[in-house]
């Protein structure tokens, strides 16, 4: 089973979405910022990272930049309550496997995941 990492500070997403992906059939482990989530010792893990854009500290888009500049290539799934179409290009020419406006649906979220993971 594919292990799903959800990197959010918002704690009701933290809160539903490891149920949504239990539903789904994924494995997930939660964190509420993008420091908690580098300080993990089991980065390797994880197969795919649900990354929230906006965060207090580091952001999505940083820590996707930090996970390459440490040679991880894990994909990422950004979600965000803010539809700016600067920020989900930016995300996707630097990588994102996908990027889901809030609120989205239990459909997309598993296509998302899917194509991230080479599933479907």
Same mark, same amino acid.
Do not use: K, M
């Given at each position: 089973m594919q292990l799903?990492? &959800?990197v959010d500070d918002d704690e009701s997403v933290r809160e539903s979405l490891p149920d949504l992906l239990g539903e789904l059939g994924f494995r997930s482990k939660v964190f509420s910022s993008a420091e908690e989530f580098l300080a993990a010792n089991n980065?390797? =893990?994880m *197969?795919?990272? &649900?990354?929230?854009?906006a965060m207090p500290g580091m952001t999505g888009l940083d820590l996707q930049q930090e996970l390459r500049n440490r040679g991880y290539k894990i994909p990422i799934v950004?979600?965000?309550?803010r539809k700016d179409e600067t920020t989900r290009r930016r995300a996707v020419? =630097? !990588?994102?496997? !996908?990027f889901l406006y809030k609120p989205f649906s239990d459909t997309a979220l598993l !296509?998302?995941? *899917?194509?991230a993971l080479g599933l479907d």
């Open positions: 799903v990492a &959800v980065l390797s =893990q *197969n795919c990272l &649900v990354l929230d854009v950004f979600i965000t309550a020419e =630097q !990588g994102a496997a !996908g !296509g998302a995941l *899917n194509a």
